[in-house]
């Protein structure tokens, strides 16, 4: 599944020209912390509650609060891996999505990516997940099963999408039954696989730890 499937049309961004006002209604309308503004389809960033209720009430239009995450986002044929990774990443509440032209397309709330998982049913439970980035001619699911079985451990469930950075490569998404990937991870890089994202359960990566923890805190919710 990718960002474009997740996309909540219920929420739209709110413009420079918008009273703080209409922000702040829209924000407990929805139920969210924060909110995307764009000028002219053009994505400008996220403002938060905090944003405003910091600020002198008396500003009538966004234009006079300043407000950040203009990088965060992800595009909108990214796997909802990502999106998840980067609402976790940022602590935000909604992830703007751009599309081929970097432009505002939509915008995904973290309950609709829990949703997106709870979908899968191989993610029901406990286990790691792993991004691999590879050229397509070195695909070969049977060879990296191998390399994990050898782990005592097994994939759950494969998810194979373009990768936006190169044409000519894919990214793998693996669940694997397994929380703690440290043996993994090494027998893959052994063998010259690029890990570019992990979730995993692992006394010696405490940020990896803390990130694989909210994950489950989100799916249990």
Do not use: C
């Amino acid at each position: 599944m990718i960002a474009e499937e997740l996309i909540n049309p219920m929420i739209p961004p709110l413009k420079l020209s918008d009273s703080t006002e209409k922000a702040v209604k829209w924000m407990e309308e929805f139920r969210v912390n924060q909110l995307p503004v764009v000028k002219n389809r053009h994505y400008l960033g996220l403002i938060t509650e905090d944003d405003i209720i910091e600020k002198d009430q008396n500003y009538k239009s966004l234009e006079n609060v300043k407000f950040g995450y203009d990088d965060v986002y992800v595009m909108y044929n990214q796997h909802f891996y990502r999106v998840m990774e980067v609402a976790i990443k940022n602590k935000v509440q909604v992830v703007p999505v751009l599309d081929e032209h970097q432009e505002f397309y939509g915008v995904i709330t973290v309950n609709d990516t829990i949703s997106a998982f709870g979908q899968m049913s191989a993610l029901q439970g406990q286990g790691g997940i792993l991004v691999l980035s590879m050229p397509e001619r070195d695909y070969s699911l049977s060879q990296i099963s191998r390399h994990i079985e050898s782990n005592d451990a097994k994939i759950l469930s494969a998810y194979v999408s373009p990768d936006e950075l190169d044409p000519y490569k894919i990214k793998l998404t693996l669940k694997i039954n397994t929380t703690d990937l440290t043996r993994i991870i090494a027998t893959l890089e052994r063998f010259d696989y690029r890990i570019i994202a992990q979730f995993q359960e692992a006394g010696d990566h405490q940020a990896d730890k803390d990130r694989y923890d909210l994950l489950l805190k989100y799916l249990n919710m």
